[in-house]
C-alpha cells in the first residue's frame, strides 16, 4: 500500500501541480499587493475616493451595502488588468519572438470545398457532406 502512495506522490505530475499551487499562492499575494499599494492609491490620487465600502442604502429596513460590492468589482478589474498586462501580454511577446524564425508545420487538416469543414489532408470523401474530393498532392 505505501509503496503505491510513493509511485503517486512522486509521479512527475502531482510534484508539478504541488509547485504550480505554492507559485500561484506567492504571486497571487504579490499581486493583491501591487493592486492594494499600488493601483488603488494611483485611482485614489486621480479620482479622489479609494475606498466605496461606506456607500449603501435602505429598503424597507434593510441596508444594501454595495459600496462593498463595487470594492470587490475594482479589485477583480485591477487585479485582472495587473495580470493581463504584466504577466499574459509579455509571456506572449516571448512566445511570439521564439517562434519568430521557426518554418511552419505541416497542415494536418484541410477545409472541404463544399461544406467548408475541416477534413484529413488525406481524405478523398467528406465525413460531413460525403462529396468527393480530389487527392491531395504531397
Same mark, same amino acid.
Given at each position: 500500500?505505501?509503496?503505491?502512495?510513493?509511485?503517486?506522490?512522486?509521479?512527475?505530475?502531482?510534484?508539478?501541480?504541488?509547485?504550480?499551487?505554492?507559485?500561484?499562492?506567492?504571486?497571487?499575494?504579490?499581486?493583491?499587493?501591487?493592486?492594494?499599494?499600488?493601483?488603488?492609491?494611483?485611482?485614489?490620487?486621480?479620482?479622489?475616493?479609494?475606498?466605496?465600502?461606506?456607500?449603501?442604502?435602505?429598503?424597507?429596513?434593510?441596508?444594501?451595502?454595495?459600496?462593498?460590492?463595487?470594492?470587490?468589482?475594482?479589485?477583480?478589474?485591477?487585479?485582472?488588468?495587473?495580470?493581463?498586462?504584466?504577466?499574459?501580454?509579455?509571456?506572449?511577446?516571448? !512566445?511570439?519572438?521564439?517562434?519568430?524564425?521557426?518554418?511552419?508545420?505541416?497542415?494536418?487538416?484541410?477545409?472541404?470545398?463544399?461544406?467548408?469543414?475541416?477534413?484529413?489532408? !488525406?481524405?478523398?470523401?467528406?465525413?460531413?457532406?460525403?462529396?468527393?474530393?480530389?487527392?491531395?498532392?504531397?
Amino acid at each position: 500500500m505505501l509503496a503505491g502512495f510513493k509511485k503517486f506522490l512522486f509521479r512527475g505530475n502531482v510534484i508539478d501541480l504541488a509547485v504550480a499551487v505554492v507559485i500561484g499562492a506567492a504571486f497571487g499575494a504579490v499581486v493583491t499587493s501591487f493592486v492594494s499599494n499600488i493601483l488603488t492609491p494611483l485611482i485614489a490620487a486621480i479620482f479622489g475616493k479609494p475606498d466605496f465600502s461606506a456607500l449603501s442604502f435602505t429598503v424597507n429596513g434593510s441596508t444594501i451595502a454595495y459600496g462593498a460590492f463595487l470594492n470587490a468589482l475594482i479589485a477583480f478589474a485591477l487585479v485582472a488588468l495587473a495580470v493581463y498586462f504584466f504577466v499574459v501580454a509579455p509571456v506572449n511577446a516571448f !512566445q511570439a519572438r521564439l517562434k519568430r524564425g521557426e518554418a511552419p508545420s505541416d497542415p494536418a487538416t484541410r477545409k472541404c470545398p463544399e461544406c467548408l469543414s475541416e477534413i484529413p489532408i !488525406q481524405a478523398r470523401r467528406c465525413a460531413f457532406c460525403a462529396s468527393a474530393l480530389a487527392a491531395k498532392a504531397s
